[in-house]
């Protein structure tokens, strides 16, 4: 039963189009996050939710909105794509805020925008 | 502005031989320093972490040692194995939750 999990794995598109990434937890986390690796492998965090409240929200395009209907979910749209958001996208859950707080992360979903 | 860094992307060793990750920071505000490890096609996954009023955590054949007047970091491994081969990152947080950096990573492979 995989904790963290996001769909979909690929996702290829076509500049201009709206797509969404949906992701999931399943340990009664409190803290989600979104995090883009993009072709240099630099892992940066582009959201944190925590109890569905926007806690964290770098520098990234307003093309790019986070929902989080509930604790368990925080999906990712993003509008009018570009070749630049080409990466692999990861949601990641902790327990909590805190520094410590071990970050339970997807398998990523690798955008391609073509 | 990367306030972690890893500047070795790539790590070789041979299989039982000791492997050392280094990471630097620049932000003293940091509190926490935690360990990821990534195989491909995989999210990372936590490896271990040391908080900031320490200087050694050690967790199997895994020790993290913390400099911080240098503000430098490194992890142990030994021995190395081959399934030890992957992506490490190293990551930063300020205690408070608002602020989290990772590294860019180190390949590290482990020769048998």
């Known amino acids: 039963d995989t904790a963290v999990s996001q769909t979909p794995k690929y996702l290829v598109t076509q500049m201009g189009n709206d797509k969404s990434i949906k992701c999931e937890q399943n340990?009664?986390?409190?803290?989600m996050y979104w995090y883009k690796q993009d072709s240099k492998k630099f892992l940066k965090i582009m959201f944190s939710?925590?109890?569905?409240?926007?806690?964290i929200n770098e520098t990234v395009p307003n093309r790019f909105s986070p929902k989080s209907p509930d604790k368990a979910h925080l999906n990712l749209h993003i509008n009018s794509l570009e070749l630049g958001d080409s990466a692999v996208y990861f949601c990641?859950?902790?327990?909590?805020?805190?520094?410590?707080?071990?970050?339970?992360f997807g398998a990523g979903t690798r955008l391609s925008v073509l | 502005d990367q306030q972690v860094k890893q500047n070795s992307p790539s790590l070789s060793v041979q299989e039982g031989r000791i492997s050392i990750l280094n990471c630097d920071y620049t932000?003293?505000?940091?509190?926490?320093f935690l360990w990821y490890k990534k195989y491909p096609a995989e999210g990372p996954t936590f490896l271990i972490s040391?908080?900031?009023?320490?200087d050694k955590n050690e967790d199997g054949r895994f020790t993290v040692f913390l400099n911080k007047s240098a503000k430098h970091l490194s992890l142990h491994i030994v021995p190395s194995q081959p399934g030890d081969s992957a992506v490490y990152f190293c990551?930063?947080?300020?205690?408070?939750?608002?602020?989290?950096?990772f590294g860019t990573g180190t390949s590290l492979t482990v020769i048998p």
């Open positions: 990641a859950s902790s327990q909590d805020l805190a520094g410590d707080s071990i970050q339970y």
């Open positions: 340990l009664g986390h409190d803290t």
């Open positions: 939710y925590n109890n569905k409240e926007l806690i």
């Open positions: 932000n003293s505000m940091f509190d926490y």
């Open positions: 040391i908080s900031s009023i320490k």
């Open positions: 990551a930063a947080s300020d205690g408070t939750g608002n602020q989290f950096y």
